[in-house]
């Protein structure tokens, strides 16, 4: 008797386990990223203030592309800088000669979908961060034209 009810009890707690496990995460809202679909970018310090990038995957929309949040982080508070095509992620410091990112940047980040790619990146300027937005053109066929490449603007952070 004893261990039918060993044996039962055992069972519901398995049960349970599973249940728990399989739960529904669908009620967060995309401003609770979680440790699995967010990626923070290398970030640097400096005297007066701590800028990066943070990258919030959202997960593909109807037509099945993959859209991710870039999001500016200054002392620790975030703001939304564009949702862009693609899952995007950190760009290496070993890498930014060839994306054409300034070697001063304290960090960059980006994405590749679909022959574009919208990329970022932040350098500081007495203390203050400064956002450079760019695009990657990608020639097509025969145009082989010398504008093609990256391309950066600083954004206006007003």
């Known amino acids: 008797m004893k261990q039918q009810i060993k044996f039962r009890l055992g069972f519901l707690l398995l049960a349970g386990f599973f249940l728990f496990s399989c739960k529904n995460n669908s009620e967060k809202t995309p401003a609770e990223p979680t440790n699995a679909d967010t990626t923070s970018v290398a970030a640097t310090t400096d ?17 099945s ?6 999001m500016l982080s200054v002392n620790g508070k975030q703001s939304l800088l564009k949702t862009i095509a693609g899952e995007a992620s950190q760009i290496p410091t070993t890498e930014y000669e060839r994306y054409q990112i300034p070697t001063n940047a304290v960090d960059a ?50």
């Open 47 to 63: 005297s007066v203030r701590n800028a990066n990038f943070v990258i919030v995957k959202k997960g593909e929309d109807a037509q």
């Open 65 to 70: 592309v993959p859209h991710s949040d870039i």
């Open 109 to 158: 980040c980006g994405a590749y979908y679909a022959g574009g790619g919208d990329y970022f990146y932040v350098i500081m300027n007495n203390g203050t961060p400064e956002v450079y937005a760019g695009w990657e053109e990608e020639p097509q066929g025969d145009d082989q034209k010398p504008d093609t490449g990256y391309h950066w603007k600083k954004m206006d952070m007003k």
